[in-house]
């Protein structure tokens, strides 16, 4: 099956620093999503970026799929951006549904 | 509602002890999956339905686990004689069409005891 590689697995900053979140996968994907688990386990979706860039406040994303891989930016960081931070993807036409998660970047923003 | 909402929040079973775990997706929304996450991993995939379809059950780890949406909305995930290895949190999910964002509702913690 598909794999999917997510760096730093964990990465602490102090507020008001900026970061990249990285996902590589193995194959070509139809579908692409970034979450974020807050503490409290709720999975918020961030984007749906198969290709190209997109931008909400202040984070965006950009994934390159000819090269497999996705990049997630913060910036500005606040304490409310603290959790895990997921990539999730979908490979073919029929089982874009299935999503397989990467294991995830440990996000901690300190005050 | 406004999100997707599941219930029990938590719930302690006995081994051996069946259970159901409920899930109230986006009004509307066609797709609905669900996932098992484990402690400190990435969600993993069990099943996914579109309406009252349900079209992969490819990830349910055994017979011991079914899954229905006998209407197109509501979904019930049920767990026959749990064993301690099912202990987790399961998630539902639920998208207006195949490859869009998916809203995840906040979860059951399954206990096995």
């Known amino acids: 099956g598909i794999q999917v590689e997510q760096s730093p697995p964990d990465l602490i900053l102090q507020e008001g620093a900026n970061s990249t979140l990285r996902c590589n996968f193995s194959d070509s994907v139809n579908n692409l999503q970034w979450f974020h688990q807050n503490p409290w386990g709720q999975l918020i979706n961030l984007f749906y970026?198969?290709?190209g860039t997109k931008q909400n406040g202040r984070l965006s994303a950009t994934t390159v799929a000819t090269e497999r891989y996705s990049l997630l930016y913060i910036s500005s960081s606040q304490t409310t951006d603290s959790g895990v931070y997921f990539c999730?993807?979908?490979?073919?036409?029929?089982?874009?549904?299935?999503?397989?998660f990467g294991e995830g970047t440990q996000l901690t923003v300190n005050p | 509602g406004a999100g997707v909402s599941q219930s029990p929040r938590y719930k302690v079973a006995k081994r051996g002890q069946d259970v159901a775990l409920r899930c109230d997706p986006i009004s509307g929304h066609v797709s609905l999956f669900w996932y098992q996450q484990a402690l400190g991993q990435g969600p993993e995939f069990l099943t996914y339905?579109?309406?009252?379809?349900?079209?992969?059950k490819s990830g349910l780890p055994s017979d011991r686990f079914f899954a229905e949406r006998p209407e197109g909305s509501v979904s019930t995930l049920k767990i026959q004689r749990t064993q301690q290895e099912d202990s987790a949190v399961y998630l539902c999910a639920s998208s207006v069409a195949l490859d869009y964002g998916y809203t995840f509702g906040s979860g059951t913690r399954l206990t096995v005891v």
């Open positions: 339905f579109q309406n009252e379809a349900q079209l992969d």
């Open positions: 999730a993807v979908g490979i073919g036409e029929t089982s874009g549904s299935r999503l397989t």
């Open positions: 970026i198969p290709s």
